[in-house]
């Protein structure tokens, strides 16, 4: 069997990277873990997220991956250089393209960063962007009730627009402060951020583009799959397999908005210490 295609995350988040991935290599096999006994990642401090990611990578590799994705913002923010030192296959991540679209796309040179409290706090973003181009000033603003805000919903239809009214208070209230900074770019730095894009790009207005690091990194992915001659080369219909630390219900729930689509066999397993 061709070999897959190997996508981690904290837990649910980085089915908005598969689903991306899927969409421009629908003929790969993937492999999915997401840690949901441990997350949120967001929250941790950086030897814990390495720690994790170690025990991540190195089950996805134990499944005999050709190559990984870190699609969870906040294990690429501060465990991508801490992985690619310690295994010898290709490892992406969800920074360096969503960061490479942002200062590519900037004409104000002014650029927004929003993540997780330990994405924000590892600086990732802004380094990379301002490596490119030393030149482009970047604001960065955690936005911590994010995640929860995205995952949880009201089961009674009729709270959906109160719940609409509570997305776009809390993002004003996160974002109001870019208003005076004369953006014209916003990185949606984390795993969840493409489920508010609308109302993030509701508040924000015309004048600022919104860099969903999920797309660029299928991108990335494309590139160098192809770059290495790693592409599958079978005709056969692709597999795709989810494994999750904690009971697998929430995840195949929630999973389906995440990834516009039903979940099959997702197993729960246990995450060996490194
Ligand atoms: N997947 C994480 C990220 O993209 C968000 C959830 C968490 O905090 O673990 O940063």
Not at 141 to 149: G, I, R, W
Not at 171 to 196: A, M, N, Q, W
Request: proline share 5%; hydrophobic share 40%.
């Amino acid at each position: 069997m061709e070999k897959s295609i190997g996508i981690f995350d904290s837990g649910i988040g980085g089915l908005t990277v598969l689903k991306e991935i899927l969409e421009v290599l629908p003929h790969e096999n993937t492999i999915y873990l997401g840690d949901t006994a441990r997350v949120p990642y967001g929250t941790k401090s950086a030897p814990t997220i390495k720690r994790y990611a170690l025990e991540d990578a190195q089950f996805l590799i134990n499944h005999g991956i050709k190559i990984i994705v870190v699609a969870c913002n906040t294990a690429s923010a501060n465990a991508t250089s801490f992985l690619q030192d310690r295994f010898n296959l290709p490892i992406l991540e969800v920074i360096r393209p969503g960061a490479e679209k942002a200062a590519k796309s900037t004409r104000s040179g002014k650029v927004g960063v929003i993540g997780t409290e330990a994405t924000i706090k590892s600086n990732a973003y802004a380094a990379h962007i301002r490596h490119i181009n030393p030149d482009i000033e970047v604001f960065s603003k955690s936005c911590p009730l994010f995640v929860p805000l995205v995952e949880e919903t009201w089961s009674d239809p009729e709270d959906e627009s109160a719940l609409s009214d509570i997305k776009s208070r809390t993002v004003k209230r996160y974002l109001d402060e870019f208003s005076d900074r004369e953006i014209d770019t916003l990185v949606l730095g984390c795993t969840h951020y493409p489920l508010l894009k609308e109302t993030i790009d509701a508040f924000m207005g015309e004048g600022v583009k919104l860099i969903d690091s999920a797309i660029e990194t299928a991108q990335d992915v494309v590139r160098v799959l192809n770059d290495m001659k790693l592409c599958s080369n079978t005709a056969q219909e692709a597999q795709h397999q989810y494994f999750v630390t904690d009971a697998p219900e929430r995840f195949r729930t929630l999973g389906t908005r995440f990834l516009g689509k039903p979940l099959e066999r997702v197993q729960q397993i246990e995450i060996k210490p490194h």
